[in-house]
């Protein structure tokens, strides 16, 4: 293994190593225990929160693609007290930073969960704008910068001092503008991509291979998306950047650290290779190693646009 230094900081959090795991490809991190040691990762994104217990849609709600997956998940998770009651000591264990993703209907909703996410010790609050706020019809909060804003703010007032890093939808014509409402706003930090709205129909049956007719698409096929949404947001803002979307290997998280990010996460390689997040590492160390880089930190932003 090459000498190369993979410590990261993100929003005055400092990450043992650029690579952390993907919020709903890694549950509470309990199976992926029984395969390695989680200290191994930078960082855990825990399964996205909601404030009451969730029971997710109807299945079918994951189906393969082409290089990908689509997913309807719906946010399957037990609530966020019975996270902090019975996962977070479990997580606590290792020496990885744990980051909660919260998911709303209302700012008051995410205001709740920051208040008891802070008081129970989480090293960072995730806050997924990608669902639909009720009181504005269901539109998503990350489709709007005046919505995304108020989230952002309502978060931040109620984190008492745990970074705040609002995760993007890139299912807008800017995405630029929602990262800069979240900065404005407060925000400590940014993540990006989540899933890109897909459909797959069943030709015989006539029938959307999803229950709930469309869902998320995440893996390799989306990788292209996320360095190109990467790239821009780190020319418009300030902020230190968590990227992911399709990332399988080293030279996948080099790019989207090249684009601007300061970390990235792996979710839907998890899937097929649950030691995933750990060949990443290896390889964008392996890779900074030929680079002649001392840190793998020096990838960030280092790309030369034509
Ligand atoms: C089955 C599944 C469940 C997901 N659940 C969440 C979630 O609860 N909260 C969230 O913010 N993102 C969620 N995501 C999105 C991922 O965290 C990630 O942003 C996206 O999948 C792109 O990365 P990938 O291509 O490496 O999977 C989920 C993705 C998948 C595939």
């Known amino acids: 293994m090459p000498d190369v230094n993979l410590s990261v900081n993100l929003a005055g959090v400092t990450l043992n190593n650029p690579v952390v795991v993907a919020s709903g490809a890694f549950g509470f991190g309990r199976e992926y225990n029984q395969f390695y040691d989680l200290s191994e990762l930078?960082?855990?994104?825990?399964?996205?929160?909601?404030?009451?217990?969730?029971?997710?849609?109807?299945?079918?709600?994951?189906?393969?693609?082409?290089?990908?997956?689509?997913?309807?998940?719906?946010?399957?998770?037990?609530?966020?007290?019975?996270?902090?009651?019975?996962?977070?000591?479990?997580?606590r264990r290792f020496d990885t930073k744990i980051i909660a993703n919260i998911s709303g209907n209302t700012p008051e909703e995410y205001g709740v969960m920051c208040e008891k996410l802070s008081a129970a010790g989480v090293d960072m609050i995730e806050v997924n704008i990608s669902c639909p706020n009720v009181k504005a019809g269901g539109l998503a909060y990350g489709t709007r910068p005046e919505l995304a804003a108020e989230v952002?703010?309502?978060?931040?007032?109620?984190?008492?001092?745990?970074?705040?890093?609002?995760?993007l939808s890139p299912n807008v014509t800017d995405i630029t503008e929602i990262a800069k409402a979240a900065e404005g706003a407060g925000a400590d930090a940014l993540s990006l991509i989540n899933t890109i709205r897909g459909m797959r129909i069943?030709?015989?049956?006539?029938?959307?291979?999803?229950?709930?007719?469309?869902?998320?698409?995440?893996?390799?096929?989306?990788?292209?998306?996320?360095?190109?949404?990467?790239?821009?947001?780190?020319?418009?803002?300030?902020?230190p950047?968590?990227?992911?979307?399709?990332?399988?290997?080293?030279a996948d998280a080099a790019q989207l650290m090249l684009a601007g990010a300061s970390a990235v996460a792996v979710g839907t390689a998890l899937f097929t290779d649950p030691f995933a997040p750990l060949k990443v590492r290896d390889g964008l160390a392996e890779i900074a190693g030929r680079q002649g880089l001392s840190a793998v930190s020096e990838l960030t932003g280092g790309v030369k646009p034509w």
Do not use: Y
Not at 242 to 247: F, N, T, Y
């Open 42 to 91: 930078g960082g855990i994104c825990a399964k996205g929160l909601t404030l009451h217990p969730r029971m997710g849609n109807p299945a079918p709600r994951v189906a393969e693609t082409p290089m990908g997956i689509l997913n309807s998940v719906g946010l399957e998770n037990p609530g966020v007290d019975a996270f902090i009651k019975e996962e977070l000591p479990f997580l």
């Open 152 to 167: 952002t703010e309502t978060a931040k007032k109620h984190a008492n001092g745990v970074p705040v890093m609002v995760k």
């Open 202 to 239: 069943d030709v015989s049956t006539r029938r959307p291979v999803l229950r709930m007719n469309t869902g998320g698409l995440s893996g390799p096929a989306v990788l292209p998306v996320a360095v190109r949404m990467v790239w821009e947001v780190a020319q418009a803002v300030k902020l």
């Open 241 to 250: 950047i968590l990227g992911m979307g399709g990332v399988s290997k080293g």
